[in-house]
Protein backbone atom coordinates (compact mmCIF):
# COMPACT_ATOMS: atom_id res chain seq x y z
CA UNK A 1 0.00 0.00 0.00
CA UNK A 2 1.24 3.45 -0.76
CA UNK A 3 1.96 5.86 2.58
CA UNK A 4 0.66 9.09 1.54
CA UNK A 5 2.87 12.51 2.88
CA UNK A 6 2.72 16.27 2.30
CA UNK A 7 6.58 17.50 0.49
CA UNK A 8 6.53 21.11 1.19
CA UNK A 9 9.22 23.72 -0.69
CA UNK A 10 9.84 27.11 -0.43
CA UNK A 11 7.74 29.07 -2.71
CA UNK A 12 6.33 25.72 -4.66
CA UNK A 13 2.97 24.10 -4.48
CA UNK A 14 3.06 21.38 -1.63
CA UNK A 15 3.10 17.84 -3.67
CA UNK A 16 1.25 14.69 -2.44
CA UNK A 17 3.86 12.15 -2.16
CA UNK A 18 3.58 8.68 -2.34
CA UNK A 19 6.04 6.17 -0.76
CA UNK A 20 5.68 1.93 -0.79
CA UNK A 21 8.32 -0.30 0.20
CA UNK A 22 11.52 -0.33 2.09
CA UNK A 23 13.21 2.81 1.66
CA UNK A 24 16.65 1.48 2.03
CA UNK A 25 16.47 -0.09 -1.16
CA UNK A 26 17.37 1.31 -4.43
CA UNK A 27 14.85 4.13 -5.46
CA UNK A 28 12.22 3.63 -8.29
CA UNK A 29 10.12 7.22 -9.18
CA UNK A 30 6.51 6.34 -10.91
CA UNK A 31 5.55 9.35 -12.91
CA UNK A 32 2.19 9.51 -13.66
CA UNK A 33 -0.06 10.67 -16.62
CA UNK A 34 -2.63 13.08 -16.73
CA UNK A 35 -5.12 10.56 -16.55
CA UNK A 36 -6.18 9.22 -12.84
CA UNK A 37 -3.34 9.20 -10.86
CA UNK A 38 -0.69 6.89 -9.40
CA UNK A 39 -2.80 3.90 -9.36
CA UNK A 40 -2.83 3.21 -13.46
CA UNK A 41 1.23 2.30 -12.18
CA UNK A 42 -0.04 -0.84 -10.49
CA UNK A 43 1.65 -3.21 -12.51
CA UNK A 44 4.92 -1.98 -12.51
CA UNK A 45 4.43 -1.14 -8.27
CA UNK A 46 3.58 -4.77 -8.08
CA UNK A 47 6.95 -5.44 -10.20
CA UNK A 48 8.98 -3.20 -8.64
CA UNK A 49 8.38 -3.42 -4.92
CA UNK A 50 10.42 -6.32 -4.42
CA UNK A 51 13.59 -4.82 -5.35
CA UNK A 52 12.74 -1.21 -4.98
CA UNK A 53 11.62 1.76 -2.33
CA UNK A 54 8.68 3.21 -4.53
CA UNK A 55 8.06 6.87 -4.77
CA UNK A 56 5.84 8.41 -6.85
CA UNK A 57 3.57 12.05 -6.40
CA UNK A 58 0.56 14.01 -7.95
CA UNK A 59 1.08 16.84 -10.45
CA UNK A 60 0.62 20.51 -9.17
CA UNK A 61 -2.82 21.26 -8.91
CA UNK A 62 -4.29 17.58 -9.75
CA UNK A 63 -5.12 14.81 -7.26
CA UNK A 64 -4.83 16.67 -3.95
CA UNK A 65 -1.32 18.19 -4.98
CA UNK A 66 -1.30 22.38 -4.15
CA UNK A 67 -2.61 24.69 -7.29
CA UNK A 68 0.45 26.41 -9.08
CA UNK A 69 0.29 30.08 -11.20
CA UNK A 70 2.25 28.51 -13.74
CA UNK A 71 0.87 25.16 -15.22
CA UNK A 72 3.75 24.57 -18.19
CA UNK A 73 5.82 21.40 -18.54
CA UNK A 74 8.91 22.36 -16.55
CA UNK A 75 6.84 22.66 -13.98
CA UNK A 76 6.32 19.70 -14.20
CA UNK A 77 10.00 18.72 -14.05
CA UNK A 78 10.54 20.76 -11.39
CA UNK A 79 8.58 19.34 -9.17
CA UNK A 80 10.26 15.71 -10.07
CA UNK A 81 13.52 17.27 -9.34
CA UNK A 82 11.96 18.22 -5.93
CA UNK A 83 11.27 14.38 -5.49
CA UNK A 84 14.42 13.51 -6.23
CA UNK A 85 15.84 15.43 -3.68
CA UNK A 86 13.83 14.23 -1.24
CA UNK A 87 15.40 10.59 -2.20
CA UNK A 88 18.57 11.60 -1.98
CA UNK A 89 20.12 9.96 -5.07
CA UNK A 90 19.87 8.43 -8.11
CA UNK A 91 16.43 6.88 -9.14
CA UNK A 92 14.94 4.42 -11.62
CA UNK A 93 12.47 6.33 -13.59
CA UNK A 94 9.14 5.43 -14.79
CA UNK A 95 6.45 7.00 -16.60
CA UNK A 96 3.03 6.32 -18.25
CA UNK A 97 1.87 8.95 -20.87
CA UNK A 98 2.77 12.31 -20.51
CA UNK A 99 4.85 10.94 -17.59
CA UNK A 100 6.80 9.17 -19.92
CA UNK A 101 7.74 12.21 -21.54
CA UNK A 102 8.37 14.10 -17.67
CA UNK A 103 11.01 10.98 -17.18
CA UNK A 104 12.62 10.98 -20.84
CA UNK A 105 13.01 14.69 -20.46
CA UNK A 106 14.27 14.39 -16.84
CA UNK A 107 16.93 11.73 -17.75
CA UNK A 108 18.38 13.48 -20.90
CA UNK A 109 19.13 16.40 -18.58
CA UNK A 110 20.12 15.16 -15.04
CA UNK A 111 21.73 11.62 -16.36
CA UNK A 112 23.75 11.65 -12.94
CA UNK A 113 20.36 11.46 -11.15
CA UNK A 114 19.01 8.63 -13.23
CA UNK A 115 20.11 5.26 -13.34
CA UNK A 116 17.78 4.10 -16.39
CA UNK A 117 14.16 5.03 -17.71
CA UNK A 118 10.96 3.18 -18.79
CA UNK A 119 8.53 5.49 -21.08
CA UNK A 120 5.86 3.78 -21.69
CA UNK A 121 3.25 5.67 -24.33
CA UNK A 122 4.94 8.50 -23.75
CA UNK A 123 3.51 11.33 -25.62
CA UNK A 124 5.39 12.57 -28.74
CA UNK A 125 4.17 14.96 -31.79
CA UNK A 126 0.93 16.48 -31.04
CA UNK A 127 -0.84 14.21 -29.18
CA UNK A 128 -3.92 15.55 -27.68
CA UNK A 129 -4.35 17.91 -31.02
CA UNK A 130 -4.65 14.41 -32.68
CA UNK A 131 -7.42 12.56 -30.01
CA UNK A 132 -9.58 15.71 -30.57
CA UNK A 133 -9.11 16.73 -34.35
CA UNK A 134 -10.21 12.40 -34.87
CA UNK A 135 -13.33 13.53 -33.07
CA UNK A 136 -13.97 17.13 -33.99
CA UNK A 137 -13.40 18.93 -36.91
CA UNK A 138 -10.94 22.16 -35.81
CA UNK A 139 -12.59 24.31 -38.39
CA UNK A 140 -15.80 23.85 -37.05
CA UNK A 141 -17.78 26.41 -34.79
CA UNK A 142 -18.01 23.11 -32.32
CA UNK A 143 -14.09 23.04 -31.76
CA UNK A 144 -13.98 27.26 -31.64
CA UNK A 145 -16.83 26.86 -28.91
CA UNK A 146 -14.98 24.12 -26.68
CA UNK A 147 -11.47 25.72 -27.62
CA UNK A 148 -12.99 29.05 -25.81
CA UNK A 149 -14.96 27.25 -22.66
CA UNK A 150 -11.70 25.59 -22.12
CA UNK A 151 -9.37 29.36 -21.55
CA UNK A 152 -11.81 30.55 -19.79
CA UNK A 153 -12.33 28.00 -16.79
CA UNK A 154 -11.56 29.66 -13.24
CA UNK A 155 -9.17 27.87 -10.84
CA UNK A 156 -11.12 25.91 -8.90
CA UNK A 157 -13.74 24.59 -11.52
CA UNK A 158 -15.22 21.46 -11.06
CA UNK A 159 -17.53 19.05 -12.58
CA UNK A 160 -20.25 17.61 -10.17
CA UNK A 161 -21.01 14.29 -9.02
CA UNK A 162 -23.12 12.92 -11.67
CA UNK A 163 -20.27 13.77 -14.51
CA UNK A 164 -17.66 11.42 -12.75
CA UNK A 165 -20.41 8.73 -12.17
CA UNK A 166 -21.03 9.09 -15.96
CA UNK A 167 -17.47 8.56 -16.61
CA UNK A 168 -18.38 5.06 -14.98
CA UNK A 169 -20.64 3.95 -17.11
CA UNK A 170 -19.77 0.82 -19.80
CA UNK A 171 -20.77 3.33 -22.58
CA UNK A 172 -17.99 5.42 -22.37
CA UNK A 173 -15.55 2.83 -22.46
CA UNK A 174 -17.76 1.64 -26.10
CA UNK A 175 -17.58 4.81 -27.25
CA UNK A 176 -13.73 4.84 -26.83
CA UNK A 177 -13.13 1.49 -28.40
CA UNK A 178 -15.80 2.81 -31.49
CA UNK A 179 -12.95 5.66 -31.97
CA UNK A 180 -9.80 3.49 -31.59
CA UNK A 181 -8.71 5.04 -28.62
CA UNK A 182 -9.04 2.21 -26.11
CA UNK A 183 -9.00 -1.67 -27.31
CA UNK A 184 -10.73 -5.17 -26.59
CA UNK A 185 -7.85 -5.90 -24.38
CA UNK A 186 -8.23 -2.82 -21.92
CA UNK A 187 -9.77 -3.40 -18.58
CA UNK A 188 -13.12 -1.28 -19.14
CA UNK A 189 -13.02 -1.35 -15.67
CA UNK A 190 -10.15 0.02 -14.61
CA UNK A 191 -10.38 2.00 -17.71
CA UNK A 192 -13.68 4.00 -16.62
CA UNK A 193 -12.54 4.59 -12.79
CA UNK A 194 -8.86 6.03 -14.77
CA UNK A 195 -11.28 8.24 -16.07
CA UNK A 196 -13.17 9.41 -13.15
CA UNK A 197 -10.20 10.10 -11.36
CA UNK A 198 -9.25 12.28 -13.86
CA UNK A 199 -12.67 14.30 -13.92
CA UNK A 200 -12.39 14.50 -10.10
CA UNK A 201 -10.19 17.26 -10.39
CA UNK A 202 -9.81 21.17 -10.68
CA UNK A 203 -10.35 21.83 -14.40
CA UNK A 204 -8.63 25.23 -14.65
CA UNK A 205 -5.61 22.90 -13.37
CA UNK A 206 -5.81 19.69 -15.37
CA UNK A 207 -6.93 21.54 -18.98
CA UNK A 208 -4.30 23.80 -18.22
CA UNK A 209 -1.52 21.46 -17.64
CA UNK A 210 -2.38 19.60 -20.73
CA UNK A 211 -1.85 22.58 -22.56
CA UNK A 212 1.63 22.49 -21.46
CA UNK A 213 1.51 19.00 -22.11
CA UNK A 214 0.55 19.54 -25.57
CA UNK A 215 2.86 22.88 -26.50
CA UNK A 216 6.29 20.65 -25.34
CA UNK A 217 5.07 17.76 -27.18
CA UNK A 218 5.44 19.80 -30.44
CA UNK A 219 8.98 19.87 -29.83
CA UNK A 220 11.17 17.08 -30.88
CA UNK A 221 12.99 14.21 -28.53
CA UNK A 222 15.67 15.67 -26.02
CA UNK A 223 19.37 14.82 -27.28
CA UNK A 224 20.91 10.94 -27.18
CA UNK A 225 19.94 9.81 -23.64
CA UNK A 226 23.26 8.92 -21.86
CA UNK A 227 21.33 6.18 -19.77
CA UNK A 228 19.82 3.13 -20.58
CA UNK A 229 16.43 2.96 -21.48
CA UNK A 230 12.97 0.96 -22.15
CA UNK A 231 10.19 2.52 -24.49
CA UNK A 232 6.65 0.95 -24.86
CA UNK A 233 4.20 1.69 -27.79
CA UNK A 234 1.04 0.40 -28.75
CA UNK A 235 0.30 0.11 -32.37
CA UNK A 236 -3.03 1.16 -32.15
CA UNK A 237 -2.10 4.16 -29.94
CA UNK A 238 -3.80 7.31 -31.61
CA UNK A 239 -2.06 10.01 -29.28
CA UNK A 240 1.71 8.27 -29.86
CA UNK A 241 1.98 6.57 -33.18
CA UNK A 242 4.60 3.88 -33.67
CA UNK A 243 6.26 6.40 -36.11
CA UNK A 244 6.65 8.95 -33.54
CA UNK A 245 8.07 6.15 -30.83
CA UNK A 246 10.48 4.95 -33.06
CA UNK A 247 11.97 8.56 -33.84
CA UNK A 248 12.31 9.42 -29.77
CA UNK A 249 13.45 5.73 -29.00
CA UNK A 250 17.20 6.23 -29.05
CA UNK A 251 20.07 6.58 -27.21
CA UNK A 252 22.61 4.49 -25.11
CA UNK A 253 21.10 1.03 -24.96
CA UNK A 254 17.82 2.43 -26.51
CA UNK A 255 14.93 -0.76 -26.75
CA UNK A 256 11.87 -0.45 -27.95
CA UNK A 257 8.83 -2.64 -27.70
CA UNK A 258 5.52 -2.32 -29.96
CA UNK A 259 2.56 -4.14 -28.68
CA UNK A 260 0.85 -5.59 -31.29
CA UNK A 261 -2.89 -4.24 -31.13
CA UNK A 262 -2.02 -1.93 -27.77
CA UNK A 263 -3.59 1.54 -27.49
CA UNK A 264 -2.10 4.40 -24.95
CA UNK A 265 -3.80 2.63 -22.20
CA UNK A 266 -0.89 -0.28 -22.58
CA UNK A 267 -1.08 -0.41 -18.17
CA UNK A 268 -4.74 -1.27 -18.29
CA UNK A 269 -4.23 -3.46 -21.18
CA UNK A 270 -1.18 -6.04 -21.04
CA UNK A 271 0.29 -5.49 -17.27
CA UNK A 272 1.69 -9.04 -17.56
CA UNK A 273 3.52 -8.25 -20.78
CA UNK A 274 5.02 -4.59 -19.50
CA UNK A 275 5.77 -6.10 -16.11
CA UNK A 276 8.11 -9.12 -18.26
CA UNK A 277 10.21 -6.66 -20.55
CA UNK A 278 10.50 -4.35 -17.34
CA UNK A 279 11.91 -7.95 -15.83
CA UNK A 280 14.27 -8.30 -18.37
CA UNK A 281 15.07 -4.63 -18.83
CA UNK A 282 16.10 -4.37 -15.37
CA UNK A 283 18.41 -7.66 -15.41
CA UNK A 284 20.32 -6.47 -18.70
CA UNK A 285 21.48 -3.37 -16.32
CA UNK A 286 25.04 -3.50 -15.34
CA UNK A 287 24.28 -3.98 -11.95
CA UNK A 288 20.95 -6.24 -12.64
Request: charged residues 20%.
Amino acid sequence: MWRTTTLSRDGAPDLSLFQRGDLARPAAVLVPGLLGDVDALEPFAQELEPSHALWSWSPRGLSGSGAADDYGFDGWLEDLTSVLDEIGGPALLVGWSAGGRVAVEAAAQWPERCTAVVSVAGTWGRPFEQLLHSVVDPGSSLFAMAAQAASGLRPGTRLPAWAQELARAALVTEALRLFGVSAETTDSVRLRETLARTLDNDLHALLSTWRGVSRRCQSGPPAQLAVPSLWFAGDHDVLTPVDDAQFAAHGLDAQLVVVPGGTHFLPLEQPELLRLHVRRFLKSLPDG
